[in-house]
């Protein structure tokens, strides 16, 4: 039987630096901060699904749910102390 994915070595190798494939990728006339006001964005809407996950009350991994939900929430505070700051206007690259 004929396999429909490549193995990951298969992938390495298939590029010219050895550095896997990149699927998700930002562009380079993303600004710092439309990138870390998009990355607050996801943060958030993390921790809104991870606190419908915990409350289901069949759930046995409300806690680790829990748990996944604190770190989202302290890594959104972080974004947005750094967001709270001034930045340099950025030109974009060409």
């Known amino acids: 039987m004929k396999k429909i994915t490549p193995d990951a070595t298969d992938q390495v190798k298939a590029n010219s630096d050895d550095e896997p494939r990149k699927i998700f990728h930002v562009g380079a006339d993303v600004g710092t901060e439309e990138a870390l006001a998009n ?3 996801i943060l958030s809407s ?3 699904i991870a606190y419908r996950c915990a409350e289901d009350p069949g759930s046995t991994r409300s806690p680790v749910i829990m748990g996944l939900a604190q ?5 959104q505070s972080l974004m947005d102390a750094v967001l709270e700051r001034n ?5 974009p690259r060409q």
Not at 71 to 75: C, P, S, V
Not at 87 to 91: L, R, S
């Open 39 to 41: 990355a607050s964005e």
């Open 46 to 48: 993390a921790l809104q």
């Open 71 to 75: 770190l989202i929430e302290n890594a």
């Open 87 to 91: 930045f340099p206007v950025e030109t």
